[in-house]
Every structure is written in structure tokens, then in C-alpha cells.
């Protein structure tokens, strides 16, 4: 990499953000911060709103996000807290701390930002950005979560409103290790308004197990493992298999693997959305919400899919919530304005039973496992529409 010396005295800025958490975002972000300190450059990392339990404390004893610590000694630097200005961390079943450029400024029960406190984040942010810009050449920003939650847009200071206070390009992760990355990329670039969507430079695919010449063009791919591939052959027998149970029951419930727009990972989508089209089978599509980025999934998907399998699907169901209903209604009413597809319920995060519970027999821990859950199905889902679906009455 050649140095350039630009002689501006603002720090040029790139930013990481992702299509859900736990995409990758810290660790390549830090992999940026070395490579640019690797070539020369002053560098540091910088996190406007962030969300942890565990914290790093810098040398003057502020509390910041721990990977905005690891990033700063990836660009071998000391950490500050202009680093991570804002840090929401959980103290106590419902409540978090609101921590203030490394010191505690106030705790606040479950609830969303007020408009003007998500002016009072933005100015702290914008403070402590315009402080660092001055300092370093380059600055590798981090994005919170998803840039693209329906309900949470206004609200949103941990993304595009940074990116926009940094004047930043953005690089969009999606992990490919869970499944639907190409679906949640699609999505997130869909559902941002004109001037975020501009600014999305390109996309890091990352966590991928498989062949590289599948996926391009792709701005990186950081391999993860070898991936197995399922064969053509097998499409008979499962369609075989599928035959003989509907020979002998009135309804067979068919689950998909992965997300249907991977079709990459087998050269065909006949596990998904392949079988549905061959035997005219409706379709629930599900989304996990408990990482983020749900709505651009869903959004993705569909825009993805071809005309004939998007029309198989004839609802949402969103899986894994948490928190209050209220907060994410409105997002919801925009997913099927913009899609078409209605919500069918909203399923909260269900944990095992407990370990006293599991020591049960085999047969009575799942009998009673199955009661939980069809307990929880019939009081959150819209099992007369399932029914409807099934019967066409």
C-alpha cells in the first residue's frame, strides 16, 4: 500500500457496518486499524453508540466498549473514550447504565430514546468525532447492529448518522456462516433511504465455508472451513420420500434449510423453495430477530427470490423476541406495506427447558416441551390464517 500524505488536517474515514450483530463487524474493523497502522498511517478506531455488558477501561479509568480497546491497540495506540462516546451497559434486569464519554450519566429503565435525547447521543458523537478528526489521518468507524430497522430508524445514532457526520463510505458485512447473508446485503441496501444507500461502498461477505468463484464478484470473502454440497440426486428421493407421507397423512409440515435465496450452496434451491414450487406448497417464511437486521432479511429474501417462489409465500413469521411489542409494531406495518406478505405473529425467544426439567425421560421432556410450545404458538400466531392456508377455508 503506497502512503499518500493529503495534508488536510480531517482525518479520512471509512466505516464497517452489518446486515445483523455477531456478523464480524469489531474484528474487521480491527483487522483495517492494523492494516492501516501496518503502512504508516496515525489511525483510530471509533464506535459512537454501543451496547455491552463488558467494558474496557482506558488509562484515565473511562469506561468504553471492549473492542474499541482491542482496536486502538491494533492501531497501537492508547485508547480514549472519544473512541466509544456512548455505552449502554445492562446493570440490572431491565435497566443499563447510560455511559458518557467513559463515566455514568444516568440509568433508564427499558424503553426507547426520547427524540431529544437522540439529539443530546448525536451531539456527544459528533463532539468526540470532530475531536478524533483532527487527530489521525484515518479513522476505521464501527455501525451497531443493522443500519436498516424500520422501527428504530429515527432513533438510529450507532450508523448512517455517523457515517453522515464522518462523510464515511460504508462497507457492509453479512455472515455467511448463518445462512441468507446475499438475502440480508440485498435487503439493507433496499430498505435505506437514497442518501444512506449512496453511501454503501461495497460488501464483505464474511465467514464463508466453500468455493470463492460462487459468490463473485464480492468485495472479500474470509474463508471459514470446507462446505459440503448436497447433489441433484437427492431431489428425487426427497420428492419420493414427500409422495409417501402425503399418501398417508392429511397435512405434512415440510422445514426449509437455511434461507431459500442460497441456492449457491447446493447449485440448486430444491431443499427450499425448489420443493414448495414442485409440489405447490404454501410457505411461512420465518426470520430470527434476535441478532438484528430482521427486516432487511425478510426484504431481501423476497426481492431475491423469483416471481413464481415469491409468490409461494404467504406470510411472516418473525422469531425470538424480545422486549416490548409496542417498539416494533410500527416496523412491522412498514415490512408488509413494502413487501406485500402479512405478519402472522410475533414469537418470543424460547429457551430450553431447564436442566431438573431434561432429566426427565426422554419421551415425557418432550411431551412437555411440545405443550410450551403450542402453548405459545396458539396465543402469538395466527393459527386460523395457518389454517386458511392449509384448507383454503
Known amino acids: 500500500m503506497q502512503i499518500i500524505k493529503t495534508g488536510r488536517r480531517r482525518a479520512a474515514a471509512i466505516m464497517v457496518q452489518g446486515t445483523a450483530s455477531h456478523v464480524g463487524k469489531s474484528t ?48 497501537r495506540i492508547e485508547a480514549t473514550v472519544h473512541m466509544n462516546p456512548i455505552l449502554i451497559k445492562p446493570s440490572s434486569p431491565g435497566k443499563s447504565e447510560i455511559i458518557v ?9 427499558y424503553a426507547q430514546n426520547t427524540l431529544d435525547e437522540t439529539a443530546y447521543m448525536l451531539q456527544v458523537i459528533g463532539e468526540s468525532l470532530a475531536l478524533l478528526l483532527r487527530e489521525y489521518e484515518i479513522l476505521v468507524l464501527e455501525g451497531a447492529g443493522s443500519p436498516a430497522e424500520l422501527n428504530l430508524v429515527e432513533r438510529d445514532v450507532a450508523n448512517m448518522k455517523t457515517a453522515a457526520l464522518a462523510e464515511a463510505p460504508v462497507l457492509l458485512v453479512g455472515d455467511m456462516e448463518r445462512g441468507g ?19 454503501v461502498a461495497g460488501f464483505i461477505l464474511n465467514k464463508f465455508r466453500g468455493d470463492p468463484i460462487r459468490l463473485q464478484p464480492a468485495v472479500a470473502i ?46 440448486a434451491g430444491f431443499v427450499d423453495l425448489g420443493l414448495a414450487s414442485t409440489v405447490n406448497a404454501p410457505v411461512v417464511l420465518v426470520a430470527d430477530i434476535d441478532r438484528g437486521g ?22 411472516l413469521v418473525i422469531n425470538r423476541f424480545r422486549g416490548n411489542m409496542k417498539f416494533l409494531q410500527p416496523g412491522l406495518s412498514l415490512l408488509t406495506e413494502i413487501t406485500g406478505k402479512p405478519v402472522l405473529g410475533v414469537f418470543p425467544y424460547v429457551h430450553t427447558l431447564s436442566k431438573a426439567d431434561s432429566a426427565f425421560p426422554g419421551r415425557t421432556w418432550r411431551e412437555k416441551y411440545y405443550r410450551q410450545l403450542v402453548a405459545l404458538l396458539t396465543k402469538y400466531i395466527d393459527t386460523g390464517f395457518l389454517k386458511k392456508m392449509l384448507c383454503g377455508k
Not at 447473508?181 to 453511501?199: F, I, M, Q, S
Open 222 to 267: 474470509f474463508p471459514a472451513g470446507n462446505d459440503a454440497a448436497l447433489t441433484e440426486a437427492a431431489f428425487a428421493v426427497m420428492l419420493s420420500a414427500l409422495e409417501q407421507l402425503q399418501a398417508k397423512y392429511d397435512v405434512i409440515v415440510a422445514c426449509g434449510y437455511g434461507n431459500p435465496t442460497d441456492a449457491y450452496r447446493f447449485g
Open 294 to 315: 430482521v427486516f432487511a432479511s425478510v426484504a431481501g429474501t423476497l426481492e431475491l427470490l423469483p416471481a413464481q417462489e415469491r409468490d409461494l409465500v404467504r406470510g
Open 28 to 75: 474487521l474493523a480491527a483487522a483495517l486499524c492494523r492494516i492501516f497502522a501496518r503502512h504508516g498511517y496515525s489511525v483510530a478506531p471509533f464506535k459512537g453508540w454501543n451496547m455491552a455488558l463488558n467494558s474496557y477501561v482506558t488509562a484515565d479509568g473511562g469506561e468504553i466498549g471492549r473492542a474499541q480497546g482491542e482496536q486502538a491497540e491494533a492501531c
Open 181 to 199: 447473508a446475499l438475502a440480508a446485503c440485498a435487503g439493507t441496501v433496499k430498505l435505506l433511504p437514497e442518501k444512506d444507500r449512496a453511501r
Open 101 to 109: 464519554r467513559g463515566r455514568v450519566f444516568a440509568e433508564r429503565g
